[in-house]
Every structure is written in C-alpha cells, then in structure tokens.
C-alpha cells in the first residue's frame, strides 16, 4: 500500500514540476515503409493548399526510408506522393502518439493507406 | 484510501479534457485583453492606504492532450501555459513608517500562451509554440491619510509585433481612473466607483456596506463595459455581474462566497458565463491561499484562451498589506490577526527534589 502512495505522490510531483515530457514523448521517430506496387516520395502532412514534408525520401517498391525525427505529435491529415502521378494522393487524418512509429504505405495505385506501427 | 479510488480521482480530474483547444488566433487575442486585466490588477493592488501587493500564479496543465493546439495542419499536443506575477512595494511596506506621503513601485508581469513542451523557466518554442509576454512597470505616489495616489508607467506587449503603452492612474477616496494610451492613441479608460464601505481602508461599519461596487471600462465609443458587485449579507456573499452598455450584451454573473471578508482564505465562486456563439455555460471554482481548482470559470475563459470543459489547477498566491493587516485584492475586511497563545509553564523534568 505504501508503495502505491509513493508512487502517486511520485507522478504528482512530476505533474506539478511541469516535467511530463519526461515521460511523454513530445517528437516522433518515423520510419516509413513503402508496401505499394509504385514508387512514392515527400511524406507530407497538408493543410487546405498548403504542405509540409515530414519524410522526404524516395522509396522504391518494398523499400524502407532512413528514421527522421520531427515534433509532430497530435492528429493530422498526410498524403504521398507517387511516381509519374502530378497530385499527391491523400492517405487520411492519423494520429502520432510520439515515440518511434514504422509507417506502412499499403494499396494499389493510387488507393493508398498508412498502418502505424 | 484504495487504488481504485486514486484511479477515480484522476477519472474526475481529467474527464472531458478534450472538449477544448486553443489556436493561435485566441493566443493573440489574449494579449490585449490580459494587458488590460493586468492593469485593472495593478489599480485595486495600488491604493492609497495599502502597503504592498504580491500575487503569482501558475496554470499547469499536466497532460499534453488537454490543451493541444488546433491549427490548419491539425491538433498538435501540447500545453497552454500561463505564468504571473505581480509586485508592489512602497516604502512603507511594512507598514511601521510614517503615515504621510509614501512612494511605491510595481511590476506586474505576465507569460503566456501555447508550448510543444511543458516547463516551469525555459519553453522548447517547437515550430508552433507561441510565447506572449505582457510586462506592466509603474511609480506611484499616495498620501494614506488624505486617501489620494497618482501613479504612472509603461506597459509592454509582445505577441505578433511588440509595442509599449503607457498608462496613468489617479484614485482618490472611493473613486480611481486608469487611463492607458499607445502613442497618443486612448487605447481604453477604467473608471471604479467603489462605493461599498469597506473597514480596511478606514470606512465604519454601516449599510454603506451594501453599496455596489461599479467599475466603466471604456474601450471605445461604442464598446463600454459594466461591472458590479454587490454585497448580499455580511461581506461574505457577494452578485457579480459583467454586462457590455455598448453593444449591449452579457459577459458573466457570478455568486461568490468568502467565508472570511478578506478573501484570503478560501473563495467559493459559482459562474455563468456567455460564449461567442451565445450559449451560456456554468462553472465554478474554488479558491485556497496557494491553490486555485476552477472549472468553466469566467474568469479562466476570459484570462486562459476561452477555455471551457476542462479543470484548471492553479498554484498561485495574491496578498496584500495595509499596516500590519493583509488581505486579498478588493477584500473589505483585514484578515483576523494572529491568535494570541496563552503561554504554557515549561514542565521541568529536571527538577530537583532536594534543592
């Protein structure tokens, strides 16, 4: 029982140390992973006319990129690019928790989705 | 107490914390509007019979999806944070000098807005922190016994671009104005027209007491804010009401409970508050010497980027002096003075019988 106690007055003085990103992570280590029949480059996240590019890599088919880390932690909306197509292809809105995330570009031509691991 | 139960406080303490997130739009927004609340502090700190003033808080919250900031790429976690602090100090401040004419000076400065990382000194300014600083510095002069103070000084904001103001202040008795300009520019006027009697600063203990305490806050000709407040019984219950005259509207209501008039010790406030899209909400919050639990509170959506359906948890501190009496800002009446101990005889267990 005691140890229950110290332990929460143990995270309660983390709290209010302002030291939570001790424990939370507050960037994410990405790693993306190309499982499409097409090459595909610049993972971005977009706002309305507007993008960012978060992995820039060109990955061939079945390639994997290099681990980039960024300080997007939250929910936003990505898209790829894929080779010898003019627009990029929206992938959806997805969540990065923080910490180290493989993502996983899945599908076929131009019907693509991203798995987080 | 059982684990289960720890896991229940933390279920209540942080239900419903996604109802809200600030974007930068309202973090820029609020600088003007806490330059202003920042003076009006400095103006019921700075009174004529008072000594000295000290108030500091910290909002902290502890989980970084609680305020993550909505912008066009999406939510990003992280923390809103806001950190003050506010002195006055005269000469006199310990209240043993002389009762004529006392100098002070005041700094009342305050950090706040949207940070990827939590911190209490250095922020990590990620790539969508946004970090406001509002400084307000000042001299002022007063004679206690002919209850009047000038006072004078600049004010610093900084949010999108920086700029300085500056402000005078003039109280006399019941009444103060506090005019504060950019350039030569009149940014607003606030006019206090204290009429509750309050023994603190000398008045007898009359139905003055239920006199209302009216404060005009002039922005411009067509944008004119009201506030009372209103003793109901005994100085400890007090209406609280905010209304725009120009365009006419409601801001807040508020009931308030001190269950000692000098508001030191503890605060209990029930509040309803107008939102933008004019649905009206209802909150509450309670009040200790270090620590302050509010949640919907108008003043947190008025002070803390509009924010609604979270807990704020504020570590913070506000006193003042007069004499050898302390209070908090606005209070009637001093804090009761420390209880006298009767002294004990010191049992002497070394006593010797033979002697």
């Known amino acids: 029982m005691k140890s229950v106690k110290f332990l929460f007055l143990l995270l309660l003085g983390a709290f209010f140390s302002s030291c939570t990103h001790w424990l939370i992570d507050t960037e994410t280590r990405i790693q993306v992973k190309n499982s499409t029949n097409r090459d595909i480059y610049e993972l971005s996240v977009i706002s309305p006319g507007k993008r960012i590019v978060l992995v820039p890599d060109t990955l061939k088919v079945d390639e994997s990129s290099n681990v980039h880390v960024i300080s997007w932690v939250g929910k936003f909306k990505f898209a790829i690019f894929v080779k010898n197509l003019p627009d990029s292809v929206y992938l959806g809105e997805y969540e990065l928790k923080g910490g180290s995330i493989k993502a996983e570009i899945k599908g076929e031509d131009m019907a693509l989705k991203m798995v987080l691991k | ?355």
């Open chain 2, 1 to 355: 107490m059982r684990v289960e139960n720890y896991s229940f406080v933390f279920a209540v303490f942080f239900a419903n914390v996604f109802a809200w997130n600030p974007t930068p739009q309202v973090i820029e927004e609020q600088v003007p509007q806490t330059a202003f609340a920042q003076l009006l502090d400095f103006q019921n700190a700075a009174r004529p019979e008072y000594n000295a003033y000290l108030s500091a808080g910290i909002i902290y919250l502890p989980l970084p999806s609680q305020s993550a900031l909505l912008t066009e790429w999406g939510t990003h976690n992280g923390f809103a944070f806001r950190q003050r602090i506010g002195i006055w100090l005269t000469d006199n401040f310990d209240g043993k000098g002389s009762k004529g004419i006392t100098f002070g000076l005041g700094w009342f400065g305050e950090r706040q807005g949207w940070d990827n990382e939590d911190f209490l000194f250095v922020p990590n300014r990620g790539n969508f922190s946004q970090i406001n600083q509002i400084h307000s510095w000042g001299l002022t002069i007063a004679d206690s016994s002919k209850h009047w103070l000038f006072g004078g000084g600049l004010q610093y904001l900084n949010a999108k671009d920086e700029s300085f103001r500056w402000w005078l202040l003039g109280t006399w008795s019941r009444f103060s104005i506090m005019p504060n300009f950019h350039k030569g520019d009149l940014q607003f006027i606030n006019a206090q027209l204290f009429l509750q009697a309050r023994e603190l600063l000398g008045n007898e203990n009359s139905w003055q007491n239920y006199l209302p305490d009216l404060e005009f806050s002039f922005y411009t000709k067509d944008s004119v804010k009201i506030f009372v407040s209103q003793n109901i019984f005994k100085q400890k219950y007090y209406l609280e009401g905010a209304f725009w005259a120009r365009p006419q509207d409601f801001a807040y209501a508020a009931l308030k409970f001190y269950p000692d008039p000098s508001r030191l010790l503890l605060a209990l406030e029930a509040t309803a508050t107008k939102k933008d899209n004019d649905d009206i909400y209802f909150g509450g919050g309670i009040t200790l010497p270090f620590l302050r639990v509010a949640y919907n509170h108008a003043d947190d959506y008025e002070s803390f980027f509009k924010s609604r359906g979270i807990w704020i948890v504020e570590i913070r501190l506000a006193i003042g002096s007069s004499g050898d009496s302390f209070f908090a800002l606005k209070a009637p009446k001093a804090a009761p003075k420390e209880v006298k101990r009767i002294p004990m005889k010191k049992a002497n267990f070394n006593s010797n019988n033979g002697e």
